[in-house]
């Protein structure tokens, strides 16, 4: 049985890295991203390469370490409005983006990584988004062509995970994560917590471990991007 | 007196419906949870993975896994799910949702709405709000009747780029409340007149042809 787990993110990306190559990259704005994967891509001093992600990260933290260093040739997200460094680079030409609307981004990660090569929606028709795509009526509506994705490499993050690479998410950091573990022709998970395999319930895993070819367990920052809190009641 | 950012989102709690599954844009229509009324079950779902969402936690209390669609920290309920981005827009797109309620900065007579892009300037990206007015049952825009110069905001045609054709049912401005029959050729109809404000008022700052209801 071929071990799956690595003992950093750094190992956990040797060998499968290489310039110009496509990644998907987890989370939703600074929830739920590989934020040890992220790290150890930069280091990796991969380029050139295509970043498949919601978000883009911050000034200085997740997906913006990888923006600092001018690694990342093409985005495609669907909001990226929380990153100057970004910003500064698309508007002076250095930076190719895509813009995917975000139910569409998250279907074409599902499509790439279960075999579906294209898929109609309605979402975007009439739109920007629609422009120079096949469209089809179905039922009197109109629906627009959109293509599966699939990624040199997938990188995760989940909360618990076992050594055959069972995953399971937690809250509103699950997002883009399951999908984007099937969409990659490699998949490196990095989880809170790495346990033994029967130790998680079969019943609550999210992504099978088929899709998981590496596993890492991280220490977590987990930036909160925007803390809203209430005042308490007094007693 | 044209309506307040508050009263704005009064305005829009009442198209509110008991059962009903809800998502909130950012800005004013976040404020719509504000006012749903006693004794009324709402549930707030949030696009980037919940459904049943709560109120902002106590500080000390906030969870950096478990946030809203505007990043911001927020809480759990009882009836608190959680899914993947792929469920979510599933809920979405699949008309399982009831309704929306979102700004805009431009909105037709033929319920076109443009809230995304403004040509020559640092885009953003349109986040969600592509599947939301394709896919929800009822989709309802409250914004400013006009732009900070003046402009009209609904129109004949929308001259920035469209998030949807044909989308919106209902538009709730500063001034007033309008229906728009959007799979039709019937004009806007003006439902309500905001305090104070007159029909003649209301008929120079619109562009859009419209009918007193």
């Known amino acids: 049985m071929a071990n799956k787990v690595y003992a950093d993110a750094r190992s956990a990306l040797e060998g499968i890295t290489f310039d110009g190559m496509m990644v998907m990259s987890g989370g939703f704005g600074l929830c739920g991203i590989p934020e040890n994967l992220i790290i150890a891509l930069r280091d990796s001093g991969v380029k050139n390469i295509t970043v498949i992600s919601n978000n883009a990260g911050v000034d200085s933290w997740g997906l913006g370490l990888l923006l600092e260093t001018k690694q990342i040739k093409k985005m495609i997200s669907s909001y990226v409005g929380e990153n100057k460094e970004f910003a500064r680079q698309f508007l002076a030409g250095e930076l190719e983006l895509e813009f995917n609307p975000q139910g569409t981004l998250a279907e074409r990660c599902r499509a790439g990584g279960a075999g579906i090569a294209g898929f109609y929606t309605k979402t975007g028709v009439g739109t920007l988004v629609a422009e120079g795509k096949e469209t089809k009526v179905f039922n009197g509506e109109t629906f627009v062509l959109e293509t599966g994705l699939v990624a040199d490499l997938s990188i995760v993050k989940a909360w618990k995970g076992d050594k055959e690479g069972n995953l399971i998410y937690r809250e509103t950091a699950r997002n883009f994560n399951p999908m984007m573990a099937t969409a990659g022709k490699k998949c490196v998970a990095e989880v809170e917590i790495l346990v033994e395999a029967g130790e998680l319930d079969p019943d609550a895993i999210h992504t099978p471990g088929i899709f998981v070819d590496r596993i890492v367990q991280g220490n977590f920052e987990k930036r909160i991007e925007q803390r809203t809190t209430r005042k308490r009641e007094n007693a | ?213």
């Open chain 2, 1 to 213: 007196m044209p309506w307040t950012r508050e009263q704005l989102a009064q305005r829009a709690a009442k198209e509110l419906r008991d059962g009903f599954y809800v998502n909130l844009g950012i800005g004013i229509p976040t404020l719509v949870a504000n006012y749903i009324p006693q004794g009324m079950e709402v549930t707030l779902q949030s696009e980037n993975g919940m459904l049943g969402m709560g109120p902002f936690p106590y500080e000390g209390d906030e969870d950096p896994d478990l946030i809203n669609a505007g990043k911001q920290t927020i809480t759990a309920l009882p009836k608190t799910s959680y899914f993947s981005s792929a469920d979510s827009f599933g809920m979405i797109r699949g008309g399982h949702i009831d309704l929306s309620i979102l700004g805009a900065m431009e909105v037709n007579g033929r319920g076109d709405l443009a809230n995304w892009m403004v040509p020559g300037k640092m885009v953003k990206g349109m986040g969600g709000a592509m599947d939301l007015v394709a896919g929800v049952k009822r989709v309802v825009v409250v914004m400013e009747h006009t732009s900070k110069d003046g402009a009209s905001k609904l129109l004949k045609k929308c001259s920035l780029p469209l998030t949807g054709v044909n989308v919106v049912d209902l538009v709730i401005t500063d001034l007033g409340v309008f229906a728009i029959d959007k799979h039709g050729e019937a004009p806007m109809r003006l439902l309500e007149l905001a305090d104070g404000v007159s029909l003649d008022e209301i008929k120079a700052k619109t562009e859009a042809p419209f009918v007193s209801a």
